[in-house]
T-cell receptor, first 116, second 118 residues
Framework: AQSVAQPEDQVKVAEGNPLTVKCTYSVSGNPYLFWYVQYPNRGLQFLLKYITGDNLVKGSYGFEAEFNKSQTSFHLKKPSALVSDSALYFCAVRDTGTGTASKLTFGTGTRLQVTL | NAGVMQNPRHLVRRRGQEARLRCSPMKGHSHVYWYRQLPEEGLKFMVYLQKENIIDESGMPKERFSAEFPKEGPSILRIQQVVRGDSAAYFC????????????????FGPGTRLTVL
């Protein structure tokens, strides 16, 4: 069975500084990896995904993630954090089912706090 | 281009009552997923459905929970005889059947239904 680990419950950065939110995964086949963001009392918003191709994936709101197969990691990054980036971030891996649809397994989430 | 719709947004039930949560997928999406988020936890998969079919229900509790996605109308997650431990946020997601393009494999989430059991 696949799994995702987000080793940090919380990450604090100052506005304008770069941010990294860590994610490692375990799958039996090729990994399909996702990042979502959740604001208070809201649903999850899709940020970006890695399916195949370039290891550096660019997504919404200036976020990007680097896929590293040897380290089984998919860390989320942003060069310059904004206070409005403060939210709960989830890494997820898609089940290696058939077709284009299959369940996601989520990490426990990392709360990002960006301070002035 | 409406996103995934869920209603109600908030639902309060007393122990022993039934809860019905509804989800309308994005236009053109035929795959629906239900996830549950307990307070201060991540999302846990419950069930995956296509029209009139349950594809994967490996995350559904064995008793009191059921889900359907009829030919017409929204998907329904039904919880019978609710208990306090059912209090959580229930999220629905949908995805398309496209095999190429930027939206392939991506699940889009609704705003959730927050169930409180008194």
């Amino acid at each position: 069975a696949q799994s995702v680990a987000q080793p940090e419950d919380q990450v604090k950065v100052a506005e304008g500084n770069p941010l990294t939110v860590k994610c490692t995964y375990s799958v039996s086949g090729n990994p399909y990896l996702f990042w979502y963001v959740q604001y208070p009392n809201r649903g999850l918003q899709f940020l970006l995904k890695y399916i195949t191709g370039d290891n550096l994936v660019k997504g919404s709101y200036g976020f990007e993630a680097e896929f590293n197969k040897s380290q089984t990691s998919f860390h989320l990054k942003k060069p310059s954090a904004l206070v409005s980036d403060s939210a709960l971030y989830f890494c997820a891996v898609r089940d290696t089912g058939t077709g284009t649809a299959s369940k996601l397994t989520f990490g426990t989430g990392t709360r990002l706090q960006v301070t002035l | 281009n409406a996103g995934v719709m869920q209603n109600p947004r908030h639902l309060v039930r007393r122990r022993g009552q039934e809860a019905r949560l509804r989800c309308s997928p994005m236009k053109g999406h035929s795959h629906v997923y239900w996830y549950r988020q307990l307070p201060e936890e991540g999302l846990k998969f419950m069930v995956y459905l296509q029209k009139e079919n349950i594809i994967d229900e490996s995350g559904m509790p064995k008793e009191r929970f059921s889900a359907e996605f009829p030919k017409e109308g929204p998907s329904i997650l039904r919880i019978q005889q609710v208990v306090r431990g059912d209090s959580a946020a229930y999220f629905c997601a949908s995805s398309s059947t496209w095999t190429s393009g930027t939206r392939t494999y991506t699940q889009y989430f609704g705003p959730g239904t927050r169930l409180t059991v008194l």
